[in-house]
């Protein structure tokens, strides 16, 4: 499978920003699914993510309450929707897939959050 993340960009403290990820290649009915960031000079952690098994979703504390993570089988698009935006949420945002033991990721979408 391969994911194209768009929708990044520059937004203001407080504001608003949704990520889409188009798949391709294979449905992601079976696929774990999720959203990573990278914040300079740190390493990629894992912010949102939706279970396969159940459809559970998870948010990572920081923005649990500000981002949603939510997938359209049909149009096999993964989205974040991400408000009320802070500093600290600037970084690059993966889109990521996980079928059994195998990892797919799309190239990033930077997102800056100015004061």
């Known amino acids: 499978v391969q994911l194209a993340e768009s929708g990044g960009g520059l937004v203001q403290a407080g504001g608003s920003l949704t990520l889409s990820c188009v798949a391709s290649g294979d449905p992601l009915d079976d696929y774990a699914i999720g959203w990573f960031r990278q914040a300079p000079g740190k390493e990629r952690e894992k912010i949102s993510c939706i279970e396969v098994s159940d459809g559970t979703t998870f948010h990572e504390d920081s923005v649990k309450g500000r981002f949603t993570i939510s997938r359209e089988n049909e149009q096999n698009v993964i989205d974040l929707k991400m408000t009320n935006m802070k500093r600290e949420d600037t970084g690059v945002y993966y889109c990521?897939?996980?079928?059994?033991?195998?990892?797919?990721w799309g190239q990033g979408t930077q997102v800056t959050v100015s004061a």
């Open positions: 990521y897939a996980l079928y059994t033991f195998t990892e797919y």
